[in-house]
């Protein structure tokens, strides 16, 4: 009942990590017997690590948190909490469980869940903090499992849940989760939920690589990739078709000694993410052993994971009219396996991947053509192991770049000589076209330099230039 961690460092020093690692909000654990167990309410938090044999970690709390120490655990929950209100970092309270433990919630399968007792616990917790306006959002209960889960439980409770939170905390997100640990909201499409309120309900998925990780090892990554993803879409493609916010509330790719299985999983992840804008989780702490501040999350250089992770910690489509109407939606060649974007220099330089801030304005036109916004230019093949260019003439085959593979993440072009070839990256970074790999679909095959996704944007992007270099201050956008 007291989040990890507290131990080993100060809570100020915590939550100035998380944010120097870039993230914008919390997602804080807790379970039922906090606020229902009425023989919890005075416990403090060093009677329960007495209680538990933990006398390590009270030696440990008492030299990094000592005001926390002699806290009733509730208050010591609010205590973190407030802190990282403080730092003006979002929280969302998190129900996955009834009594504490390491486990997810059976909900009506656990067997310490009880309807009216768990509608108390989700009210009295919404009014702690319904004052606490970085408490962005509540989810309902977390990853059901267990052989009494159903669709009539899930709305039965889901609506008795979602209206308790909703009457004590008006201002606070409702987040509803699926069934089979967090897989499958396919139902949802067929019967809606009847709520006495708008605009709050946000649906959380979850999608971590262990599930296929075998596959993810030696089976055919464009084709494993492009099922996940039309799993994930065909769930997900009616709440984000209705205007609600679909959020991938927990992702964790296991990265310690280089897992090349999870490494796979967050490429596939990040083109999706990336191209649908979601909102999303990382379901790790920092801690050293498993956490962000494992060295394999930083590796070297600008592929490492932690780089890649930090292109969607801002958004690609900024939903305040102002900037949309500052600059319009258009098109960047985001690179997931590496986190960076197609760019140019000049006419005279090739194509190279670099920050994604200081992409280009692209268009992917009907035509099937990649245009420089702005330009008369368009991204040409020239040949095998070539770099790609630009080019004015954009209606022969080698300027036609169809999404191809399962994953819709090959950019494919014809040469001359009627070849394919698709987008790839050299050892520089510079972008070249080589042959499709992987594309007959063999396993122990690896074709994730040449994935890339285009991803529409609202986000500035660097003032458009002739491919000389010089800034143009006209511009004709052809239409073909």
Known sequence: MVPDGLSRRSLDMISKEIISLGFNCVQLTW?????NDESLASVTVRQSFKNLGLLESIVGIQVNNPSLLDLPLVSAYQAVVDNLAEKNLMVILDNRISKPGWHHSNFNGDKYFDTDL??????????IFNHTINVVGMSLSNEFEGNKQNVNNWYRYMQKGAEAVHAASPNVLVILYELNYDEDFAFFAKQPMNLPFTR???????WSGFSDEKAWETGDLNQLCGNVVDKLMMEGQFVLGEGWPLFLSDFRPDLRGGNVNDIRFLNCLLGVAAEKDLDWALGTGIDEAYGLLNSEWFGTGNASPMKRVSLLQSP??????DDLLNVRPHEMIFHPSTG???LRKSVIEPLKLGSCVESESWAYTPQKTLVVKGTYFCLQADGVGKPAKLGIICNDPGSKWDLISDTKMHLSSKLADGSSVCLDVDSSNSIITNPCKCSSGAPNCD???QWFKIV???TSSTTAKHPNGNQEEYYYEPTN
């Open 118 to 127: 768990w509608i108390r616990g989700l009210t009295r917790t919404a009014t």
């Open 340 to 342: 960076l974007c197609v």
């Open 316 to 321: 690609f489509l900024d939903a305040g009219p």
């Open 200 to 206: 709050k309900l946000v649906f959380g998925v979850h």
């Open 447 to 449: 074709p994730t330099s």
């Open 31 to 35: 379970p039922q017997f906090m606020v």
């Open 456 to 458: 529409t944007t609202t």
